[in-house]
């Protein structure tokens, strides 16, 4: 639900210079052209990610619509518990995470770019295809922002 509490946290820690970034849900739909994207991943300031199946199409539980920012690997992840065990996990909550992580890298080599940089180096070299049809700008590709990033 949107909540206008949390859409004023979320806008004052955007203009405070903080990338922030968020599953999109796992509310998949056959009709593709309905926005399925969760808040606070739906609002303008976040960049919302999606899932892929190890296929490299997107995940059928994965929430899609014109707020989706990129996608990432989110089908069959092995996760850590909480008590060490080691799971399989399905979401987008799976890819948020590898999106965040290659956001870290990629602001840890240039600390004094903005998060606005590092959101559009994300969504800018994100590979799409024919096959990542509904899944936002595409497939998050850290290897595409290295080359973008030292060519700029």
């Known amino acids: 639900d949107d909540y206008e509490d949390l859409h004023q946290v979320i806008k004052k820690a955007y203009q405070h210079g903080i990338l922030i970034i968020a599953a999109a849900g796992n509310q ?9 994207v ?9 960049l919302s990610v ?32 909480a008590f ?13 995470a590898q999106v965040t992580g290659i956001a870290a890298v990629l602001w840890g080599q240039h600390p004094n770019e903005t998060s ?18 509904h899944c936002g700008n595409g497939m998050v ?3 595409q922002a290295q080359q973008v990033q030292t060519v700029s």
């Open 38 to 46: 969760e808040y606070p991943a739906a609002y303008p300031e976040v």
């Open 141 to 143: 590709d850290y290897d």
């Open 28 to 36: 998949g739909t056959a009709d593709e052209d309905e926005s399925t």
């Open 116 to 133: 606005e940089y590092i959101k559009g180096l994300l969504i800018g070299s994100a590979n799409s295809s024919d096959t990542l049809k």
């Open 50 to 81: 999606g899932a892929t199946r190890i296929e490299g199409t997107k995940a059928d539980i994965s929430s899609s619509g014109d707020e989706l920012g990129v996608v990432a690997p989110g089908d069959k992840r092995l996760t850590f518990g």
């Open 84 to 96: 060490g065990g080691v799971f399989v996990q399905d979401g987008t909550s799976m890819a948020a």
